[in-house]
């Protein structure tokens, strides 16, 4: 898929790995982006460099995201891309208190979910569309010592498998990232920890190689080939 002239909305966009697909999309010439983000101001200031739209929207309610799914249609166009991207991370095994088992699943696997309920459809009337959903190499192997965190990123990758082979037919194509270790908030202070296996990343490696990807249309986005012989010991 050729990004230029197209409509692209972009979640958790006003840091890290969102912030660096913002910048990647608009260097390929989409037409409109769509920063979206709970911090507002974060947002904002993205979208002022690219000449974006910014949108305070917090993904763990589903009325947020139908309503700013249909503001950025009535406002910008129907959206071709859609990144649901935005995510948290929370330690601890299955001792770890609800509140977070219930916010990552809400932010991580929900997230994802309301978007497709509310995009999916609008594309399938005019023919199709592309999602790119951000899981995490934990959604193929689980190591990196959290249970929330991983168990909602195989669930993402659960639903993106879905989506892929429900939708197909539909036009629907859709990518799921799965990055090792990245230099972003998330991973402030993880140096000693899971990016010693394979180092840190940093954003714009992994922007560039979603670029390539939804170019090449490839289903699953895996930066990091260390992961898989990581996964083979
Ligand atoms: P980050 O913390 O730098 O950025 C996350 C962004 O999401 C922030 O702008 C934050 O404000 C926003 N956000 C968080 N919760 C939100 C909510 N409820 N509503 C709206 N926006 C919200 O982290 P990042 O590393 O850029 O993470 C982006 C995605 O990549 C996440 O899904 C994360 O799980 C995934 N990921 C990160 C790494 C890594 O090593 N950094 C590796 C694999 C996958």
Not at 22 to 45: E, H, L, P, T
Not at 161 to 177: F, N, Q
Not at 198 to 209: F, H, K, N, R, V
């Amino acid at each position: 898929m050729d990004l230029a002239d197209k409509i692209i909305v972009v979640t958790g966009a006003a840091h890290g790995i969102g912030r660096a697909l913002v910048y990647a999309f608009a260097a390929q010439g989409a037409k409109a982006i769509a920063c979206v983000d709970r911090d507002g101001d974060g947002a904002k200031a993205v979208a002022r460099e690219i000449n974006g739209l910014a949108f305070t929207v917090d993904v763990s309610s589903e009325d947020e995201i139908a309503a700013m799914i249909a503001e950025v249609e009535d406002t910008l166009g129907p959206i071709d891309l859609f990144c649901s991207n935005a995510g948290v991370f929370a330690g601890g095994g299955a001792e770890a208190a609800d509140e977070d088992w219930q916010r990552l699943w809400d932010i991580n696997v929900m997230a994802h979910v309301w978007a497709a309920r509310h995009v999916v459809p609008r594309m399938i009337a005019r023919g199709g569309g592309y999602l790119l959903n951000t899981a995490s190499a934990a959604g193929l192997l689980n190591q990196i010592g959290s249970a929330p965190y991983g168990v909602t990123k195989h669930a993402a990758v659960g639903l993106a498998e879905w989506l892929a082979m429900t939708h197909g037919d539909d036009g629907i194509k859709v990518s799921v990232l799965c990055p090792q270790a990245v230099r972003t908030a998330m991973t402030d202070g993880f140096e000693d920890g899971v990016a010693s296996i394979d180092g840190m990343l940093e954003p714009e490696e992994i922007a560039a190689a979603c670029v390539e990807a939804i170019r090449a249309e490839t289903f699953l986005v895996l930066p990091h080939p260390g992961v898989l012989d990581y996964m083979r010991h």
